[in-house]
């Protein structure tokens, strides 16, 4: 999945270990929460969802609502310690973790 580079990495660094956290700005990352075949799945997504018009526990993800082609590799599953329900979207940030 290719994320804003929010935490200044370099080809050097290699693969880092991150921990996302809430942002109080736009980053271009957001998490998503929506129930899929388990409860309150959570999504890291590249584009800022929209949700179904009239409805705020469901995304609609059709292509029209982005400025970029939505594809398969615009979002990743995760498990975070954010609390989150059905319906939410917020954003995000990565933090280096130190090993």
């Known amino acids: 999945m290719w994320i804003p580079n929010v935490i ?3 080809f050097e660094d290699g693969t880092v270990q991150v921990e996302i956290i809430k ?3 736009e980053t271009g990352l957001w998490l998503i929460c929506e129930d899929g075949y388990f409860l ?3 999504w890291l997504q590249t584009d800022k969802p929209k949700h179904v018009e009239g409805r705020t526990d469901k995304f609609d993800f059709k292509e029209s609502h982005y400025e970029s082609e939505v594809d398969f590799f615009n979002n990743l599953h995760i498990d975070t310690d954010i609390e989150m329900k059905n319906g ?3 954003d995000v940030t ?3 973790v130190q090993i």
């Open 8 to 10: 200044d990495l370099k």
């Open 40 to 42: 309150e799945e959570q």
């Open 88 to 90: 939410d979207c917020i």
């Open 94 to 96: 990565l933090k280096r």
């Open 23 to 25: 942002s109080e700005k």
